[in-house]
Every structure is written in structure tokens, then in C-alpha cells.
């Protein structure tokens, strides 16, 4: 083999592998990109009830900011309310991962209201919630009224369903984005 | 496609052993007329005398012969025997020249198989079966090869499964690099073109060691079509299926400009809409494909050669979309229901959720013959894969990827081999890997930079009936993992090295029996998804975590394989043993967790020692009136040591029955040859309850057929038809994970022809 091709080929190929470097792109692992996050994220989610007679506000919160998997719920409150009361409720779904950019995904969901809906489900609790809100067929679920009987123990279920093409009016079908138990008393 | 391999016989001499007047011997030379390697290992069989030979590395041997007609066949694998009759009265001194059947193959095939320490008819799926699999996806034409079964996410999304093992424990080697992008999660199947396909082989043993330390299962070899021949040759290939309608066509064009320079250019396109089971349409299950080749070599000189390849796979496939689902309550109500809901329509529209996934792939090799007797060859390879997973997400008018991964991988190889006194082979190397990984998106798998150093050595030695190989692979990895952590970097360095080694032993029994045992050790470093991964997957509805403590798997493993061929009958029989000690696998987690979606299973990466034990067989038999029944029977068996469980999906036993009839000539037809397929499948038993969210399925038996003939005035049209699933039987199949949602597919015909102009 003579040493000028030799040459000739360790030039080309390094050309050539040159070339590559610049194709395959120089992008170094360690350089935190723009966006790292799960955008169908929630962590968060804030029942606000007022109460129609007396006008007292209370709030109630799931929390779980490291989201699915890893450390456990940092906050699950018990909802406590009174007999033979009528309350308003404003539903807010959030995303609070990051503390700096709190993310509001009711908004989304009302955007895509045809597509999502919002069951309330008590079992064993004397209340009766009815959902004020719709997409314009079907209930949509992020406000209703909650009116409570006599006293009780027991829990409320609330499932939020993404149902694309799916929606009637119903919870079963779809997929389960929320499905969260709170612990109520009526007292 | 018949190969195109022309054995010659080089200064070939018919000697008699004066006295006895009925003993001649013929010394010849077996050469490959392409690449004038010489063909060793090929089996050359005396039927008058019955006494046969094999030819030595550099391709000579010596067969006696008698006075009078001699029926001589020659076997080489990778091309149909060769039956000569020569007949002898007195001692000549000629030269023979011999035109093998028509056959296109290229040299790398040859190469590969000659280091075989045992040719197996069963691993390997040749043209004719690729060209009646052309419609599916390339892991599953290699469900043909004994012991290999594919591991699915639906239809396309496949990869291939050896004896059990999958990921990164099974390499593939496309265009002679080991395929990067595949090794992750099941979701992750093969990007790879059955269209540019020309033979799929099964590699085992020593050999694996020249590519990969790690592959624990073995290696898969997909190589492609090159022609090597001297005028233009241009093909069109199609195909449809009836099943979502597919359509698939491909075309080449291969022309050697000067004598030494040849290129080859290769496209296809495909496109299927929805998938049918026998009583449903599968939402969202269709898929399309854009593939390009391009392929040069150059023969510098007579010692010199360059091979040059490029080439792109593009896909975007529809992923069936009840299977994103939310929580366990979701996956237990679908599992639950009879059939899908909501059934789906056809339409060719694919949707959310979806894959989009760019493979591409750069190679240049550079083959030099300092002497006949050593040889050099170096690579550089790159493989750029860009994959983009779309979720379902809350906005329908999303439309940026929710996980956006690019992998890059840049690999230098370089490697010597020596003869030595035409006995002795020796192959050593050394090679270095970068790879980069980067993701945008959702978190699966962090940011990574990985570099690896290899040293490989090879020995083969060929004595009478024996033969012996010996192999080991020397590994250094460094990996540097990025994780972010509330929008900071975190650093996770890690560092594996080891060593692996195989070694053989080949004896010629008689000539009809031949006889191999193989052992080994081998270790796998844990994969990056292993070690990292971290929350929700979709479609298993199902938390995953990784194991940042997981140590090497270290895998000890004896095979026997016995061979047994006379006239008419075939048999193989592969028995092998796997302790893997460290064996990384998901493992389920109690109780579920409580999420803000409600109950999760959650799944957790930890190691075990486990048992692999299992038969692979295959039985043929030729029959009267141009009849060949065959018989292939799969059986594996594996054990969590410490646990005393079972390991789940673990491809239950498969048996195969088939019966083909085939004709040299019928009316205008040629070579034509007709199959019907009973594929029999049991059910998993070895199962330990509770350990999935569904039991694996019952058993289901499968008939497929398949014709394929060409016609005697267009001896250059091929045309081929088959049909899987002709009875339309409602199954699922334990080895596909949506076997939680649906069925699998109904019937499927396929129709196409291959024209060579």
C-alpha cells in the first residue's frame, strides 16, 4: 500500500466524517433545552364553594406537584360542609409544577368543553350536585350547585374524562384524566 | 430471488490411482466468481460413492469418485445445491467451469456465513419468503427464523425476539452496523425497509462477538440488495393487501458505470389505513412509509474496495387509539368489554396518538487485501434517529410532538484477519461508539452522551472433523447522564466495562451427522430507560421507574445443536441453557399508587437470576410427487431463580406445520411453489397469577398460505400471493401488548409481483 494514497483516504475520510459532525449536529446533552415539561400535566386541582345564604367561601385542594408516580399527594383536604346548605362551585384545574409559571388548564378544558366532562359522583354523603354549565349538547361540569342534606360521612368522587368524538353526556367513556375521592362530612 | 453465485472449479484435476483403476480423486477449488473468494465450508457429496467432503478455508478439497457416472452435489449455504454428474473413464486434467443457479447474492452473506461454525437451513429467511412478507413489517418476516419471535405494539411496531431475550439483549445489524434506536422500550420497533431486503440471518455463538459484546440473545443480520451485475438492472416491486387496504410499492435501479464502480438506488412507499380484526375495524391503526437507498462500490483495485451507503427509513404510524388510556379503572374496563369501543371505520387518516419516526443511516467502508492471506477492513458509520411521539392532548389544535427524541450515533470500526496454513483464521478489532441523546418534551429518558471502546479477537481452527472458534469482546462504556431537576442539570456519571467470551466446537459425525456445542459468557450493561425512566406510559396505563443500583446482567450459556440430512430428510435440533444472573426486568409494585387520575399500577425495574431453557427444531421431509411436509417446534421454558415465579412475556410454545408443493414447470408457469401454513400456538401457562392485568390468552391455531410462480416467457416477473389468518380466527396474541384492547388481525391477502427489466 503506498503512503500518498493512505494519505489521500485518511484525508477524505476525515472530510467525510467532518461533514457528519455538522449534519448530525453539534448539540451538547448538558444544555438545559427550551421546553422539558409535560404540557397534559396536572397537579392541582381547587374546588371554591360559596355559600348562596351566607356568602362564606371555602376552598378545598388535591395537590400532587411532582405529579404521576414519585413522593405522595402533598395536600388532599376533607371537605367539610353544612347541613342543609346551598352552595356554589367553581372547579380550577392547574398545573403548579414549576412555582414560578403556574399553568390554569380550566381555560383549556373550556376551550375544548365538546371534548371534556366532569361527573361528580357522592356516595354515602347527602348531597346533590347539578352541573350548570354545558357545551352546548351536554354538561360540562367546571361550575354547579352542591346542595347538602342532612348529616353525613362519606366521599365525592370527581372524574374529569377527555372524550375526542366520544362525549354523551356520559362518564364512561374516554379517558380518565382526573379521578380523585375527597373525603366529606356534612355536619 | 436465486442467488447469483457461480461456483467454479479452479485448476481442477481428475487423478487416477494407477493399479486399482476404480479409485480417482478430484481435487478441486470452490470460488465465489463475483468476489473470487473462495468458498470454504461448502459440503461436496459424492451420491454414487456416498462419501462426501467439505472444502477447506481457502476452498479446496479433495472427493474420491469411481469409473463410471458420479452424481456430485455441491452444498453451499446461502445458494441451492448443485448437482453435477461427471463421468469418468480415464484420468483428465481439465478445467471445469460451472454456472451456478442464478442467485443474488453479494459477498457479504458469503462472508458471514463461512464463519458459521454450523449452517443451519433454519436461520435464515431467504428472497422467496421475504418477497411473500413484503407487506409487513421487517420483525415480522423474521419470525420465520427458528427460535425468533417479534415482540409487538400493535401491527408495525415490532422488534424481534430471540429465544426470549429482547432490547438491547438482541442486536441488529443493518448494513452491517448495529441498528441504534430500538433497543428502549417495547414501543420501539425496527427501522428497517424489508423492500431493500435481500437476506436475513441468525447469528449466534463466537461470531456475535465480532459486532457486539452484549448481544445476550444473539444477532440478527438484515442484508441488503446488491446485484453485482454488469448490465443495467431496474426492478418495480408492489404489493397490496386487503387488510387496511395497503398499498406498497418499491422500485431500483443498479448499474455499474465503469467495471469497478456500481451504484444502486433504491425507493419505496407504502400506505395502509385502518387495520381489521375479524369482527372490527381498529381505530387509528394505520400507518405510511417513505424509504430511499443508495448504495455505491468502488473496486479501486484488484486488493482495494469501497462500499458507500446511504439511506433513509421515514414512518408515521397511527397508534390504536383506545389504547391511551387514563387509569386502572379505564384499562379494566376495556380488558372487560368484549369488543372495542368505539369501533373504529376505515379511513386512511391517521390521528392522535401517533409515531413519526426518521431513521437515516451513512456508511463507508474500506476493504484492503495486503496479501490472499490478511486483510484489513475499516467502517465509519452514522445513524441520525429523530422520533417524534404524539399523545392525545387536551387541545386538539396541539400540534408540537409531547416527546421529541434525536439520537445520534457515530461509530469507527477497524479490523484485521489472517489466515494462517489454511487452517487457522484469526479476526481482531477495536472500534469506538458516540452517541448523544437529546429529548424535548415529556420525561422518559434523560439526555445522554455515551462513548464506548471495543476490542474484539476472533480464532477459528479447522482440523479433520473438527472445528473449533473461540471469541471474546472486551467493552468500556462511559456515560454521562443528564437529568433535569427543577430546571437545573444533575449530572449522573456512570461507568461499565467487561468482558465476554464464546467458544465452539464443531464435529463432522459422518456425513450425514454433524454435531456443535457452544458456551459462553456474556454481560449486558443496563439499558439508559433501565436506569431512568420515570412515570406514566400510556398505553400500558401503568407507572414505570427506573433503577439508578442496577448492576451488569451476566448471562452463562451452553447450546448443542445436532444436524442430521440424508436424501430426503432434514432435521435440526438447537438445545440451550441461559443462567443470567442480574436479570434487569419490570417487576409490579403494591399496592397501586393513588394519583390525581385515580389507581395506578406501578411497575419497578429490578434484577433476579433467571433460567432460560429451551428446544428449537425443525423436522423437513421430502415426499413423492414434488411434496415437502416440515415441521418446526419452539419450546421455552424460564424461571426467576430467586423469586420462584415466572418471568412474564416469554413467547409461549409455537409449532408450525406446513406442507409445500413445488413445481419446476406447470403449463407456462415456472418454479412455482405452493405453501399452506398451520401456525399452532399455545397458551402461556407459565404464569404467575396476578402478576398482570390480564392472563395471557388461550391458544389459537392460524392457517396461512402462499404461492409465488414465474412465467416461462417473463422469466423476469414474479408473482406472489398469500394470505394470513384464512379463517378468520378471533385471537390475541401474548407477545403483542394490545392484546389488552383488541384482537388481533383478521384475514389478510396479499397480492403482488416482483419485475426485473
Known amino acids: ?187 | 430471488m436465486k442467488s447469483h453465485l457461480i461456483i467454479l472449479f479452479l485448476g481442477l484435476s481428475l487423478l487416477s490411482n494407477h493399479g486399482f483403476g476404480q479409485n480417482f480423486v478430484l481435487n478441486g477449488q470452490l470460488q465465489d466468481s463475483l468476489s473470487k473468494e473462495p468458498l470454504a465450508f461448502a459440503s461436496i457429496y459424492n451420491a454414487t460413492l456416498k462419501t462426501g467432503t467439505q472444502s477447506s478455508i481457502d476452498g479446496t478439497f479433495r472427493l474420491p469418485l469411481v469409473l463410471g457416472a458420479n452424481q456430485i452435489h455441491i452444498n453451499h449455504v446461502g445458494c441451492d445445491t448443485k448437482y453435477i454428474i461427471l463421468n469418468i473413464r480415464h484420468s483428465i486434467d481439465t478445467l471445469i467451469k460451472m454456472a451456478h443457479h442464478q442467485h443474488e447474492l453479494d459477498n457479504v452473506t458469503i462472508t458471514a456465513d463461512k464463519n458459521k461454525l454450523m449452517s443451519m437451513e433454519n436461520n435464515s429467511v431467504k428472497k422467496d419468503d421475504i418477497m411473500l412478507s413484503l407487506a409487513k413489517p421487517i420483525a415480522l418476516v423474521m419470525d420465520n427464523l427458528a427460535g425468533v419471535n417479534s415482540l409487538k405494539t400493535g401491527y408495525t411496531i415490532a422488534k424481534p425476539m430471540i429465544q426470549g431475550m429482547h432490547g438491547s439483549r438482541v442486536g441488529v445489524l443493518n448494513q452491517g452496523l448495529k441498528q441504534e434506536g430500538q433497543q428502549w422500550g417495547q414501543d420501539h420497533g425496527l427501522e428497517i425497509d424489508p423492500f431493500n431486503t435481500a437476506q436475513i440471518m441468525l447469528i449466534k455463538g463466537a461470531e456475535t462477538l465480532r459486532y457486539t459484546g452484549d448481544a445476550i440473545g444473539g444477532l440478527v443480520l438484515v442484508e441488503q440488495i446488491y446485484n453485482n451485475t454488469d448490465s443495467l438492472t431496474r426492478t418495480l416491486t408492489s404489493a397490496l393487501s386487503s387488510n387496511g387496504q395497503q398499498g406498497h410499492i418499491g422500485a431500483s435501479v443498479e448499474k455499474k458505470i465503469t467495471k469497478n464502480l456500481g451504484c444502486r438506488l433504491q425507493a419505496s412507499l407504502k400506505k395502509s389505513g385502518n387495520l381489521n380484526t375479524p369482527t372490527y375495524f381498529l381505530p387509528n391503526t394505520g400507518f405510511e412509509e417513505q424509504n430511499a437507498n443508495f448504495e455505491v462500490r468502488w473496486k479501486k483495485s484488484k486488493h482495494s474496495q469501497f462500499e458507500f451507503s446511504s439511506s433513509i427509513f421515514n414512518t408515521k404510524v397511527g397508534i390504536l387509539a383506545t389504547s391511551h388510556i387514563g387509569n386502572l379503572s379505564d384499562l379494566i374496563k376495556i380488558i372487560n368489554q368484549d369488543t372495542l369501543y368505539p369501533k373504529g371505520n376505515f379511513t386512511y387518516q391517521i390521528n392522535k396518538p401517533n409515531q413519526n419516526i426518521t431513521h437515516s443511516l451513512f456508511k463507508i467502508k474500506w476493504k484492503y487485501e495486503v496479501s490472499t492471506s490478511l486483510s484489513f477492513e475499516a467502517t465509519y458509520g452514522m445513524q441520525l434517529n429523530r422520533r417524534k411521539e404524539y399523545d392525545i392532548t387536551r387541545l386538539s389544535t396541539t400540534n408540537t410532538p409531547s416527546l421529541f427524541f434525536s439520537l445520534n450515533t457515530q461509530n469507527l470500526d477497524f479490523m484485521l484477519s489472517k489466515k494462517i496454513h489454511h487452517s487457522f483464521l484469526i479476526k481482531t478489532g477495536i472500534s469506538a461508539n458516540y452517541q448523544t441523546n437529546i429529548y424535548t418534551g415529556r420525561f422518559f429518558i434523560p439526555n445522554y452522551s455515551k462513548t464506548e471502546l471495543h476490542h474484539f479477537s476472533l480464532l477459528r481452527y479447522k482440523k479433520d472433523r473438527n472445528e473449533f472458534e473461540f471469541g471474546y469482546h472486551y467493552t468500556s462504556i462511559k456515560l454521562l447522564a443528564y437529568k433535569w431537576v427543577n430546571a437545573t442539570t444533575v449530572l449522573h456519571p456512570f461507568h461499565f466495562d467487561g468482558f465476554s467470551w464464546q467458544g465452539g466446537w464443531h464435529y463432522k459425525i459422518s456425513h450425514d451427522w454433524q454435531a456443535a456445542i457452544q458456551i459462553g459468557k456474556v454481560w449486558r450493561n443496563p439499558n439508559i430507560n433501565e436506569q431512568f425512566s420515570e412515570g406514566l406510559h400510556h398505553g400500558a396505563a401503568a407507572i414505570e421507574y427506573g433503577n439508578l443500583h442496577l448492576k451488569s446482567e451476566k448471562a452463562l450459556s451452553i447450546s448443542g445443536l445436532l444436524k442430521y440430512r440424508h436424501n430426503k430428510t432434514l432435521l435440526e435440533i438447537e438445545f440451550y441453557g441461559k443462567q443470567i444472573n442480574n436479570y434487569i426486568y419490570l417487576k409490579p409494585k403494591f399496592p397501586p399508587e393513588l394519583t390525581i387520575r385515580g389507581a395506578f399500577p406501578a411497575f419497578e425495574y429490578v434484577q433476579t437470576n433467571a433460567l432460560f431453557t429451551g428446544i428449537d427444531l425443525l423436522v423437513e421431509q421430502v415426499l413423492p410427487y414434488n411434496f415437502l411436509v416440515s415441521e418446526k417446534l419452539s419450546i421455552l421454558n424460564v424461571y426467576d431463580k430467586s423469586d420462584i415465579t415466572f418471568i412474564n412475556n416469554i413467547p409461549p410454545y409455537t409449532f408450525n406445520h406446513s406442507i409445500s408443493y413445488k413445481l419446476s414447470k406447470l403449463k407456462k408457469l415456472s418454479n412455482t411453489s405452493l405453501r399452506l401454513t398451520a401456525q399452532h400456538v399455545l397458551k402461556q401457562t407459565r404464569y404467575t397469577d396476578g402478576t398482570d392485568y390480564l392472563a395471557p390468552p388461550n391458544g389459537y391455531v392460524l392457517i396461512n398460505a402462499s404461492f409465488i410462480t414465474n412465467f416461462l416467457r417473463y422469466k423476469n416477473l414474479h408473482v406472489f400471493l398469500s394470505a394470513d389468518n384464512i379463517l378468520n380466527t378471533r385471537y390475541r396474541n401474548y407477545l403483542n401488548r394490545f392484546r389488552y384492547f383488541s384482537d388481533d388481525l383478521g384475514r389478510q391477502l396479499t397480492a403482488g409481483f416482483n419485475l426485473k427489466f
Not at chain 1, 74 to 84: A, G, K, R, V, Y
Request: proline share 3%; net charge negative.
Open chain 1, 1 to 187: 500500500m503506498n503512503k500518498q494514497f493512505l494519505l489521500k483516504t485518511l484525508t477524505y475520510l476525515s472530510c467525510f466524517a467532518a461533514i457528519a459532525y455538522a449534519i448530525s449536529g453539534c448539540t451538547d446533552p448538558s444544555i438545559l433545552p427550551v421546553q422539558t415539561n409535560d404540557k397534559e400535566l396536572i397537579t392541582t386541582i381547587k374546588i371554591d364553594l360559596s355559600d348562596t345564604l351566607t356568602g362564606k367561601k371555602l376552598n378545598y385542594f388535591f395537590r400532587d406537584l411532582d405529579g404521576i408516580g414519585g413522593k405522595a399527594p402533598s395536600q388532599w383536604d376533607t371537605i367539610t360542609l353544612e347541613d342543609s346548605s346551598y352552595y356554589r362551585m367553581n372547579l380550577k384545574i392547574l398545573n403548579e409544577s414549576n412555582a414560578n409559571a403556574v399553568e390554569d388548564i380550566t381555560q383549556e378544558i373550556y376551550v375544548e368543553r365538546a371534548n371534556h366532562i366532569i361527573c361528580y359522583t357522592p356516595l354515602t354523603v347527602n348531597a346533590i350536585i347539578n352541573r350548570t354549565d354545558t357545551d352546548g349538547t351536554y354538561p360540562l361540569g367546571l361550575a354547579a350547585t352542591w346542595k347538602t342534606g342532612s348529616n353525613s360521612l362519606g366521599e365525592i368522587t370527581i372524574t374529569l374524562k377527555h372524550q375526542p368524538g366520544l362525549k354523551n353526556g356520559g362518564c364512561n367513556a374516554g379517558e380518565t384524566d382526573i379521578e380523585i375521592k375527597f373525603w366529606t362530612v356534612i355536619k
